[in-house]
């Protein structure tokens, strides 16, 4: 028995009621280090089995093997376990070893969900999420997302929008959408979603600053309609009011 | 102070435990029916203020003068508070008042999240989301939105897919998708998310059967790469396993 569960955002507070549990019931718990830290005070006294970033496959496999050995096994994922999460490589595995072992999938509130109630309701109509990793996607599949959503005038949530090895992919991004964003659309910056260091920014699209953003930052550029009101970023659904 | 609350998609397990804190915390619940009715095990002893379909706007009023009256207010939406929810709406009538009245936004795992779940993985790449329904939006918005987001080979979860007075919303955007998305792309079908009478259905892009939706389902269609293995819909990410 596998359970892959989104641990939402951060705080336990934004974990859900189901995601508690399936922690509770299991007896391996299979992670990435930081989010292994966030839910520590649910995990005392359970086997952890952690590694490092980019070892996604290495630690999905040894979940399967313990799983196989008979033990209930919890492999978490920040946020959602389901968006850019581990819950797809669980199932890829299994599929290709063509494995009977049941699986949950326990879902939970994703970064951009957490950090759009930090910045006021930007993400009340159609949005898209793109990744801005070129790691698993080429950089040309990218570009072009970013076109079709900037096109279709979405609210636009950027994923893993800069990092170390990737600081001029934000920037790119920007200059991919400016075709299609005025220059007054606002745009929300939400650092460590629900963990400590927490912190939000609204800026506009012509005055973005890139240097803010890393890869513990969300991203949200409003659509059309969106509009700043004092501290919020607010994109309103179409009612009359 | 208004809580704007984010029940998740039904049922109790789902919710987060700040919406359940926050629920506990109001003097005042506001919402539609059906929504009050899935949350009524935690609001027991409460005022209660609800309505019917299509009264958003009225209910968040109302939400406002039991706030202006110095009363603790809840303002509940399904699924999160800002996907299509009333956090919007709160916030825009209060600036448009320029009202002072503390809001606090609590997010809540959205519908297609949940589908996702129940479905195995298929939001496991950039996805969009865009709602069929034309009652705030115009017609033609929602399909260039359509038509860029299967140019851009996104993972597309629609909400409010088709309903009694718009029986052939669903059959126009499939048609509009055609373009880009295979015939052989899985398409998931998830009826009463968390709620009684949940059931998970697995077509394909060219099988589409679109008598089985109605309002209260969600239609999950995957990206180039999404696969059907057994009763699960799979995106992959990009790993290489």
Chains 1, 2 share one sequence.
Not at 37 to 44: A, C, G, P, R, S
Not at 88 to 112: C, F, H, M, R, Y
Not at 173 to 191: D, L, Q, R, S, W
Request: hydrophobic residues 40%; charged residues 30%.
């Amino acid at each position: 028995m596998i359970y892959v569960i989104g641990i939402g955002p951060g705080k336990r507070e934004l974990m859900t009621l189901e995601a508690i549990n399936a922690l509770e019931d299991s007896e391996v718990i299979v992670g990435y280090k930081t989010y292994i830290d966030l839910v520590k005070d649910f995990i005392q006294d359970k086997e952890i089995v952690q590694n490092g970033m980019r070892k996604e496959v290495d630690r999905c496999k040894d979940a399967i093997e313990k799983a196989k050995e008979g033990k209930k096994v919890a492999v978490i994922s920040s946020g959602d376990s389901g968006i850019y999460g581990m819950a797809g490589l669980i199932l890829e595995l299994l599929s290709k070893e063509d494995l009977k072992i049941k699986v949950k999938v326990v879902p939970g509130v994703t970064a951009s969900i957490g950090a759009a109630a930090i910045l006021g309701a930007p993400i009340m109509h159609d949005f898209c999420h793109i990744s801005l990793s070129d790691l698993l996607t080429p950089w040309e599949v990218i570009e072009k997302r970013l076109e079709m959503a900037a096109a279709g005038d979405f609210v636009i949530c950027l994923y893993n929008p800069r990092s170390k090895g990737r600081q001029d992919h934000l920037e790119k991004a920007f200059e991919i959408m400016k075709k299609h964003k005025g220059e007054n659309t606002p745009v929300g910056i939400v650092k460590n979603v629900g963990r400590e260091g927490e912190n939000k920014t609204i800026l506009t699209f012509e005055n973005m600053d890139f240097e803010m953003v890393d890869m513990t930052t969300i991203v949200i550029i409003g659509n059309k309609s969106t509009y700043i009101h004092e501290d919020q970023m607010i994109t309103p659904r179409g009612y009359v009011v």
